[in-house]
């Protein structure tokens, strides 16, 4: 074989190499759906879905961690974390979160869940819509209660 016929049986080689019929999943990011969970008097295990942005012609796994915000953990929710598939055809997955449930009046609070997928992650923020209404306020000879 001569030199000449060796490049060209090298190029040939790179261009089979890279010339592919099979598509390649592009991802462009990940998006929080509905960002306000109620919290309720009882501890409730909700759904938060998470959105793909871009095309998927295969699955694909990524990895979850909710992280405190003003939320607290064991108070106002559960730690979680683990992963989940998104398929093709699919534009969402659900990521389950204990929410702690109680009877006392407090501002909405805020937590995170994180999204990792090849080295990058996105941060997701969530809201803790509080459902409890202000008790009538009492007045007696000894003062407020």
């Known amino acids: 074989m001569n030199r000449f016929q060796y490049i060209i049986i090298l190029a040939l080689l790179t261009l089979g190499a ?6 390649e999943n592009s991802i462009e990011g990940f998006t929080g759906l509905d960002l306000v969970v109620t919290e309720g008097a009882t501890n409730e295990l909700v759904e ?16 979850y961690t909710v992280v405190e915000g003003t939320a607290e953990f064991d108070l106002d929710l559960l730690p979680s974390s683990g992963e989940l598939v998104f398929e093709p055809g699919s534009s969402s997955v659900a990521v389950p979160v ?17 999204i990792s997928f090849e080295g990058q992650t996105t941060a997701l923020l969530y809201t803790i819509e509080d459902d ?8 007696d000879n000894e003062g407020f209660y």
Do not use: A, K, M, W
């Open 18 to 23: 890279c010339d592919s019929d099979s598509p």
């Open 98 to 114: 204990t929410i702690v449930g109680d009877d006392n009046l407090e501002l909405n609070e805020n937590f995170l869940v994180n």
């Open 48 to 63: 938060l879905n998470v959105g793909v942005r871009g095309n998927l012609v295969s699955p694909i796994t990524v990895s």
């Open 132 to 139: 409890d209404e202000i008790e009538e306020i009492l007045q």
